[in-house]
């Protein structure tokens, strides 16, 4: 009687694994497709870019804070930074970076003035780190700018936004708006 309930159990418990070793028994699994994380791996295309957006490489803006500025703020860059700001900044920190601009009235905390001895103190580091990973309302813009053009950005609030009235690359500025 004991063995019998013990047969009866077994062929129970090995129905499964017969069936399953049984030829019919295919399922779309089993094809010759390469499957998610087998051999080759193909190399990604070139300037090909993670869904998260450009790799940096820092974690946060604390990490960013001492990063130094590697594109010397020429009148090329400038220009750049100051094209992408129109895009970028202005909505909220206005024309002239001082917090003034049409979006930025929606905060509470009032963009930050650019152009203020504030801002003067922050590293380019910090402030390429704030365009990067945003700051407490601000929003990150890492996935809309590449790392080379934040630099930009840092160098026309600098040669621009921070300099007095008389500044060379401020007159050019000027002009071409
Ligand atoms: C959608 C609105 C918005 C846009 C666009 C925006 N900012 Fe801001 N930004 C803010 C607000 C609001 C603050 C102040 C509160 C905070 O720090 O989050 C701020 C603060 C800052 C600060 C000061 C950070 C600090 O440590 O106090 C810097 C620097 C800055 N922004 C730079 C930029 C630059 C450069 C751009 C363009 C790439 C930009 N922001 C685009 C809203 C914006």
């Known amino acids: 009687m004991k063995n019998k309930a013990l047969a009866i159990g077994l062929a129970v418990a090995l129905v499964p694994v017969v069936a399953g070793a049984w030829p019919w028994s295919r399922d779309m699994m089993n094809q010759p497709s390469i499957k998610p994380q087998e051999p080759p791996v193909i190399p990604y295309p070139k300037d090909s870019v993670p869904v998260g957006g450009p790799w940096t490489k820092v ?10 500025n590697p594109i010397p703020p020429t009148p090329e860059s400038v220009a750049k930074g100051r094209a992408l700001f129109k895009i970028y900044c202005f909505p909220c920190h206005g024309p002239n970076g001082k917090g003034d601009g049409p979006v930025g009235k929606v905060f509470e905390v009032p963009p930050a003035d650019l152009s203020s001895d504030y801002a003067k103190e922050l590293t380019d580091g910090w402030i390429w780190g704030t365009i990067t990973f945003g700051s407490y309302v601000m929003p990150p813009y890492r996935w809309d700018t590449s790392p080379e053009e934040r630099w930009h950005i840092v160098n026309y609030i600098r040669q621009v936004l921070q300099k007095e009235r008389g500044n060379p690359l401020v007159k050019s500025a000027k002009k071409e708006d």
């Open 59 to 68: 974690r946060d803006r604390d990490a960013a804070e001492n990063l130094k």
